[in-house]
């Protein structure tokens, strides 16, 4: 049974009927694993699914590819060395009674912070989602 995918506008011509400028395409797997280009019609058409079932597919894939990505993204070093450094400025800023905010606070974890969202953006572009996309 096919599969929607997601939806590109860089590809604008349908891989069924070989109608072109078209404003988007549905990327479909095929049952052999074959990825094709489909216009809106030719999706519903090929795939027996209403459009319904096939935006409800993409919707589907896109959350599944959100959750991987912060699933990865959780995990990594960078996070984690983030979110430790975060907390050593909580902890000094109790200890010494001198609030760390702005400048002061930025730059106790600028360097954790920087490589954090390197990370973030190495993991949503090997995804395919944008940075906003993964996380907390």
Request: a positive charge; proline letters at 1%.
């Amino acid at each position: 049974m096919s599969k929607a995918l997601g939806t590109t506008d860089e590809i604008t011509s349908c891989d069924c009927c070989g109608k072109s400028n078209l404003k988007s395409t549905v990327v479909i797997e095929l049952d052999d694993g074959q990825i094709v280009y489909y216009g809106c019609v030719c999706a519903t058409r090929n795939t027996g699914k209403s459009s319904k079932q096939i935006n409800t597919e993409i919707r589907a894939e896109h959350d599944r590819k959100v959750a991987a990505a912060s699933a990865e993204y959780k995990a990594s070093p960078a996070y984690i060395a983030y979110r430790a450094r975060l907390a050593e400025r909580d902890q000094v800023a109790r200890a010494t009674g001198v609030r760390m905010v702005g400048t002061v606070a930025m730059e106790f974890v600028r360097e954790a912070g920087n490589a954090d969202d390197a990370a973030r953006a190495l993991i949503a572009a090997k995804h395919g989602l944008t940075t906003y996309q993964v996380g907390a």
